[in-house]
């Protein structure tokens, strides 16, 4: 890492730095990481001057290791202006590798309350989509069989509703088992009508689009949304990053729930679309928070319901937030239905 530190400041100040320091300090977050540290390198420049600068080193193993050929082939030549910058991508061995980035300070803590904040994230992914339209670039992505791994998911989280229903202090979900099956069932079918909506096609999308994955900095002036971990960044309908935003916004945040279709009129705005919510639009809508529901975030919280180890204030409020779910679920059945 020494090395990989003292190649990326060389690079930025044109000659190597004498007496460096490094300093790091762990940080949360990144699911897919094995290690993410933010690092303070203190050394001396060209002109013997005394200099201080931060970066962030994200560890990938495995899988995982996707999301350095995700910055490299993608963000780095289509979305540089949307990502953190990155420095270097260290290739360790076949099944390791390290990204050295760029140490973000938030100009505006979460949650944000002004609504022109969250509309920038839509207008930000929207010129993402718009960008990544295309079988040629969407040829170079990382290999990732989502449609198979959403599948599996999928059977889990019926799985996990089966096992709500035995409960009788969770009552609320027997209807859910239901509706979930239904969706589960015409997941193929669903996906493939999805990703063929002549308005929104397919694009790359970031994937895994939630308040814990975007922050604001500030740039001449303006508050400037910037995405992070882009490890689930796949081919997928455009709907799916927009879905996933606004039912991240909606769970913390009053005013985004009820400012709901303003926002999603806006993505559509910045498309260039009609920013006219039709009855197609709002079921493809739907639909893509169906895949998102089925992809992993209902069941991490059935999951969490269920732990008999976990807090019963925490798993009180992971039934809630489930709640939230299968409402997108009830919906996404009456427009497939």
């Known amino acids: 890492m020494y090395a990989a530190i003292e190649a990326v400041l060389a690079h930025q100040e044109g000659a190597f730095p004498a007496h460096l320091r490094v300093e790091t300090r762990p940080l949360h977050g990144g699911l897919e990481a094995t290690s993410i540290d933010r690092i303070t390198a203190r050394y001396r420049d060209a002109r013997s001057r005394e200099r201080v600068a931060h970066l962030v080193v994200k560890r990938l193993a495995g899988t995982a290791m996707r999301e350095a050929g995700i910055y490299e082939r993608v963000v780095a030549t289509h979305a540089a202006d949307l990502a953190p910058r990155i420095y270097h991508v260290q290739r360790l061995e076949p099944e390791r590798a390290a990204i050295y980035m760029e140490a973000l300070r938030p100009a505006r803590a979460w ?153 999603l009129a806006s993505y559509l705005s910045a498309r260039g679309m009609e920013p006219r919510i039709d009855t197609g639009t709002r079921a493809a809508y739907w639909l893509a928070g169906a895949s998102n529901a089925l992809a992993g975030a209902l069941l991490h919280h059935l999951s969490v319901v269920l732990d008999e180890q976990v807090p019963g204030a925490r798993r009180a409020s992971a039934a809630a937030l489930a709640g939230e779910w299968v409402r997108v679920l009830r919906r996404a059945d009456f427009f497939w239905s």
């Open 111 to 263: 949650p944000w309350r002004e609504r022109h904040a969250a509309q920038r994230v839509l207008e930000c992914v929207a010129s993402l989509h718009a960008r990544t339209v295309g079988l040629e670039l969407i040829a170079t992505l990382p290999a990732w069989d989502y449609e198979a791994e959403l599948q599996r998911t999928a059977a889990l989280t019926l799985e996990r509703l089966e096992r709500l229903r035995r409960r009788p202090t969770l009552w609320r979900f027997r209807d859910a088992l239901r509706r979930t099956r239904r969706l589960v069932d015409a997941l193929p079918a669903l996906r493939r009508e999805l990703l063929s909506h002549p308005a929104f096609g397919r694009a790359i999308v970031h994937g895994d689009l939630h308040s814990g994955n975007v922050l604001l900095r500030r740039r001449a002036g303006r508050l400037v949304p910037v995405l992070l971990d882009w490890g689930r960044a796949r081919v997928g309908s455009p709907l799916e990053d927009v879905s996933s935003w606004l039912q991240s916004l909606g769970t913390w945040e009053p005013e985004a729930r009820r400012r709901h279709d303003t926002l």
